[in-house]
């Protein structure tokens, strides 16, 4: 059996099946995240929201109690877990962020973490993240800031940053998050886990408004490949209050993940062909990680996008102040909410009341030329790859980079734009950890696949991941206390 202390530092696969097996018990790996918890959390701000320790305990032993009886809920039977605080959690605060909802109570879940709670997942609390999931940094007014797991004066990423920080400091043995602009890839990048962009419609999401595709979407996070799949086995899925979910069972990511990977052709974007301007030592961390690509057997060609991609970028900035200004007008409309909105927010919802349907449109067709287009460059290559962001980790009192290599960032998400190809085509992406700087930084770069592609996107990750060791890197202050 092993020592409380050790049981964080479990995989999520190796703790399931030592619940199972009754080797440890749910309210000893309740208890051991817990004091984990308590210890690290002051250090990263990632957890926030958290519920009392004695009912999380009785909730552990509830669990115990049906395994005791030959009854299991399922793969995440007495998992301690954290949901980002974008997501609605029944009886349990949703901040989003914003002061305006600091003492929110949902009625009900979202519909994939009430898969995650069937699944046996018992709620501890929330994950932070910036005010209504806006900018790759996460701060915000109701919790403060979310700091880097391998440099605590640095930022964690966002939106998803709590997440991506607690998975780091073996806070939660997995984590979910969301991504419109980067938001799992970016903090996985920021704090070297895995992340997963999936293709719309594979996790179902929010149920106010069902028949528009939206750009963000919901996903895991996790130390490693087979995790990652575990977690996307179960909030993936058909469910009629969304009628553009995805249909395919998702016990396909259930399955073995191991393949030939001699002569699969890879596309390596870079900087989009000097389109987009990168910190020093990211390209490089990028290329050696494509080095260990060749070496499992696949062939690389750096190309570049054969597209306008200054377009792509405009056409995504109509689309987003339409997507995120049209659900957060209603709290601008108010003068004495609006006082409490961070300038972004400010600037999307007024964004988007100075477009029209017609712009909206024009916008919607250019991403769909980009989509086509992209379709061209996967009939010639089974993968593309970029790097997953363009600047390191920066100072958590920096809300967002104003430069990057000289040059002016026109925008608090404009440092960011290297995701934004991969949003705008409705494809899949994973970001998969390269490396870290001289000072320490981790990196990452995206494998980024056709439209539902994520079984292969798993595949390639998995080898990557047998061929390297950069998941196995434990952040010094979480070392420490293992």
Request: glycine fraction near 10%; aromatic fraction near 8%; charged fraction near 20%.
């Given at each position: 059996?092993?020592?409380d202390?050790?049981?964080p530092?479990?995989?999520?696969?190796?703790?399931?099946?030592?619940?199972?097996?009754?080797?440890?018990?749910?309210?000893?790996v309740?208890?051991?995240?817990?004091?984990?918890?308590?210890?690290?959390?002051?250090?990263?701000?990632?957890?926030?929201?958290?519920r009392?320790?004695?009912?999380?305990?009785?909730?552990?032993?509830?669990c115990d109690?049906?395994?005791?009886?030959?009854?299991?809920?399922?793969?995440?039977?007495?998992f301690?877990q954290?949901?980002?605080?974008?997501?609605?959690?029944?009886?349990?605060?949703?901040?989003?962020?914003?002061?305006?909802?600091?003492?929110?109570?949902?009625?009900e879940?979202a519909i994939f973490v009430?898969?995650?709670?069937?699944?046996?997942a018992i709620?501890?609390?929330?994950?932070n993240?910036?005010?209504?999931?806006?900018?790759?940094?996460?701060?915000?007014?109701?919790?403060?800031?979310?700091?880097?797991?391998?440099?605590?004066k640095?930022t964690?990423?966002?939106?998803?940053?709590?997440?991506?920080?607690?998975?780091a400091?073996?806070?939660?043995?997995?984590?979910d998050?969301?991504?419109?602009?980067?938001?799992?890839?970016?903090?996985?990048?920021f704090?070297?886990?895995?992340?997963l962009?999936?293709?719309?419609?594979?996790?179902?999401?929010?149920?106010?408004?069902?028949?528009?595709?939206?750009?963000?979407?919901?996903?895991?996070?996790?130390?490693?490949?087979a995790?990652?799949?575990?977690l996307?086995?179960?909030?993936?899925?058909y469910?009629?209050?969304?009628?553009?979910s995805?249909?395919?069972d998702?016990?396909?990511?259930?399955q073995?993940?191991?393949?030939?990977?001699?002569?699969v052709?890879?596309g390596?974007?870079?900087?989009?062909?000097?389109h987009?301007?990168?910190?020093?030592g990211?390209?490089?961390l990028?290329?050696?990680?494509l080095?260990?690509?060749?070496?499992?057997?696949?062939?690389?060609?750096?190309?570049?996008p054969?597209?306008?991609?200054?377009?792509?970028?405009?056409?995504w900035k109509i689309?987003r102040?339409?997507?995120?200004?049209?659900?957060?007008?209603?709290?601008w409309?108010?003068?004495?909410?609006?006082?409490l909105?961070?300038?972004?927010?400010?600037?999307?919802i007024?964004?988007?009341?100075?477009?029209?349907?017609?712009e909206v449109?024009a916008?919607?067709?250019?991403?769909?030329?980009?989509?086509?287009?992209?379709?061209?460059?996967?009939?010639?290559?089974?993968?593309?790859?970029?790097?997953?962001?363009?600047?390191?980790?920066?100072?958590?009192?920096?809300?967002?980079?104003?430069?990057?290599?000289?040059?002016?960032m026109?925008?608090?998400?404009?440092?960011?734009?290297?995701?934004?190809?991969?949003t705008?085509s409705?494809?899949?992406?994973?970001?998969?950890p390269?490396?870290?700087?001289?000072?320490?930084?981790?990196?990452?770069?995206?494998?980024?696949?056709?439209?539902?592609?994520?079984?292969a996107?798993?595949?390639?990750?998995?080898?990557?991941?047998r061929?390297?060791?950069?998941?196995d890197?434990?952040?010094?202050?979480?070392?420490a206390?293992?």
């Amino acid at each position: 059996m092993p020592a409380d202390a050790s049981i964080p530092f479990m995989d999520a696969h190796s703790l399931s099946r030592a619940i199972h097996a009754r080797e440890v018990s749910c309210e000893a790996v309740m208890t051991a995240y817990l004091d984990r918890i308590e210890a690290l959390n002051p250090k990263v701000n990632a957890i926030v929201s958290m519920r009392p320790r004695d009912a999380l305990l009785a909730e552990a032993r509830a669990c115990d109690e049906e395994l005791a009886a030959g009854r299991s809920r399922g793969w995440m039977h007495g998992f301690p877990q954290a949901i980002k605080d974008l997501a609605a959690t029944k009886d349990i605060v949703t901040t989003q962020g914003s002061p305006l909802f600091r003492d929110h109570l949902p009625a009900e879940d979202a519909i994939f973490v009430a898969r995650m709670r069937a699944a046996g997942a018992i709620v501890i609390g929330k994950t932070n993240t910036p005010e209504f999931g806006l900018g790759s940094q996460t701060y915000n007014p109701v919790f403060g800031v979310t700091r880097n797991a391998f440099d605590h004066k640095r930022t964690a990423g966002g939106s998803s940053g709590g997440a991506a920080a607690a998975l780091a400091m073996r806070l939660l043995p997995v984590a979910d998050g969301s991504d419109h602009a980067g938001s799992l890839r970016n903090p996985g990048a920021f704090n070297n886990v895995l992340g997963l962009r999936p293709t719309f419609g594979r996790v179902p999401g929010k149920t106010e408004e069902v028949f528009i595709p939206q750009m963000g979407v919901n996903g895991p996070m996790a130390r490693n490949v087979a995790d990652l799949a575990g977690l996307l086995a179960i909030q993936a899925g058909y469910d009629p209050r969304l009628p553009l979910s995805l249909r395919e069972d998702p016990a396909r990511f259930l399955q073995p993940l191991d393949r030939e990977f001699r002569g699969v052709r890879i596309g390596w974007l870079g900087d989009l062909g000097g389109h987009l301007p990168m910190e020093d030592g990211i390209l490089d961390l990028c290329r050696s990680a494509l080095r260990v690509l060749e070496e499992i057997g696949c062939t690389i060609e750096e190309i570049a996008p054969g597209f306008d991609m200054e377009s792509v970028w405009q056409a995504w900035k109509i689309l987003r102040h339409w997507q995120v200004g049209a659900g957060l007008a209603p709290l601008w409309r108010d003068r004495a909410k609006r006082a409490l909105l961070k300038p972004e927010v400010v600037w999307e919802i007024e964004g988007g009341l100075k477009i029209g349907a017609y712009e909206v449109t024009a916008a919607s067709t250019l991403r769909s030329a980009w989509y086509h287009h992209v379709r061209g460059l996967f009939a010639r290559y089974d993968y593309l790859i970029l790097p997953t962001a363009q600047v390191f980790p920066f100072p958590a009192e920096t809300t967002w980079p104003r430069e990057i290599a000289g040059r002016s960032m026109d925008s608090y998400h404009r440092w960011m734009e290297v995701v934004i190809p991969v949003t705008m085509s409705g494809g899949p992406a994973i970001n998969v950890p390269v490396g870290f700087d001289p000072r320490g930084l981790p990196m990452g770069m995206q494998i980024w696949g056709p439209d539902a592609s994520e079984f292969a996107l798993l595949q390639i990750a998995r080898a990557y991941e047998r061929a390297t060791s950069w998941l196995d890197r434990v952040p010094e202050s979480a070392a420490a206390s293992g």
